[in-house]
């Protein structure tokens, strides 16, 4: 089970199914999906992020990573971008 992603129920025209997100990891450690390295790399950061945090005196337990694509938008009035940014 993938414990940062929540579950969620995926209604279709067969049917409707509760999903429960998943990360599978071989007994030897090795990734068999696509989520594992991403959740590794995230502790990865949040560890090395603790540790520079640390370094400036100040202390935390657990430092959150996001990736997406709500970091790629930005809302803006759309005059401003007749005016400014289209040109």
């Known amino acids: 089970m993938d414990p940062t992603s929540p579950a969620y129920i995926l209604e279709n025209p067969n ?8 990360a599978f990891v071989s007994w030897t450690g090795e990734a068999l999906d696509k989520k594992t390295p991403l959740l590794r790399s995230m502790e990865a ?5 603790i ?14 990573t996001t990736v997406g694509a709500e970091q790629e938008y930005f809302l803006i009035d759309k005059n401003f971008y007749y005016a400014d940014l289209i040109y």
């Not at 049917?15 to 998943?22: E, H, K, Q, R």
């Not at 950061?45 to 992020?49: D, G, V």
């Not at 540790?51 to 959150?64: Q, T």
């Open 45 to 49: 950061l949040s560890s090395q992020a």
């Open 15 to 22: 049917g409707t199914v509760l999903v429960i997100p998943t």
């Open 51 to 64: 540790r520079v945090l640390k370094l400036f005196g100040k202390d935390s337990e657990k430092v959150f």
